[in-house]
T-cell receptor, first 113, second 112 residues
Framework: EPEVTQTPSHQVTQMGQEVILRCVPI?????FYWYRQILGQKVEFLVS????????KSEIFDDQFSVERPDGSNFTLKIRSTKLEDSAMYFC???????????FGEGSWLTVV | AQTVTQSQPEMSVQEAETVTLSCTYD???????LFWYKQPPSRQMILVIR??????QNATENRFSVNFQKAAKSFSLKISDSQLGDAAMYFC?????????FGKGTRLHILP
């Protein structure tokens, strides 16, 4: 069964460093998402991406965050200057059409020290 | 604003018994989607069941079924014949357009 795959599964980074989280969505999907889950809290929407541009973003997704789909298969989330409070599990997700089931990857656990 | 409320932070059920997890949501829309996701200790998000708001029939997926009450904005999950592998965090979620909004989750313990 097709899966959303994410790398790395776990990354530890120093505060202030840049981090790139990578995702390979399911191949025929057109809508892509990033969510995050701070330990012990609920899953929060960050951003949605369609047709090579951001379609919606939350207030969490400020200027330190960016997304891109550089090569038609990978979908990346960049955090420019990480803060301690960015420590969380980051989930990539994708779906074929808007309104259809969203499939999640296994998550990338980011620890900022 | 759309919100999703899960009023039970934790629940326990005896193995082989039935348990119902509650979820209410708030929306002014008429066409939307509702989901239950399971998050085991591995923290992966696994889709359990999905319901389209325009469908009156409650969704069923093997041992999992929902009680969807659109007028009451209620979407509860029933797990029948609970198994040890059902132990996880369960998130109720609402989808409108490009965004899914999750509840805070209910941690389900299965007692052997």
């Amino acid at each position: 069964e097709p899966e959303v795959t994410q790398t790395p599964s776990h990354q530890v980074t120093q505060m202030g460093q840049e981090v790139i989280l990578r995702c390979v969505p399911i191949s025929n999907h057109l809508y892509f998402y990033w969510y995050r889950q701070i330990l012990g809290q609920k899953v929060e929407f960050l951003v949605s991406f369609y047709n090579n541009e951001i379609s919606e973003k939350s207030e969490i997704f400020d200027d330190q965050f960016s997304v891109e789909r550089p090569d038609g298969s990978n979908f990346t989330l960049k955090i420019r200057s990480t803060k301690l409070e960015d420590s969380a599990m980051y989930f990539c997700a994708s779906t074929w059409v808007s309104g259809n089931t969203i499939y999640f990857g296994e998550g990338s656990w980011l620890t900022v020290v | 604003a759309q919100t999703v409320t899960q009023s039970q932070p934790e629940m326990s059920v005896q193995e082989a018994e039935t348990v119902t997890l509650s979820c209410t949501y708030d929306t002014s829309e008429s066409d939307y989607y509702l989901f239950w996701y399971k998050q085991p200790p591995s923290r992966q998000m696994i889709l359990v069941i999905r319901q389209e708001a325009y469908k009156q029939q409650n969704a069923t997926e093997n041992r999992f079924s929902v009680n969807f009450q659109k007028a009451a904005k209620s979407f509860s999950l029933k797990i029948s014949d609970s198994q040890l592998g059902d132990a996880a965090m369960y998130f109720c979620a609402y989808r409108l357009d490009d965004k899914i909004i999750f509840g805070k989750g209910t941690r389900l313990h299965i007692l052997p």
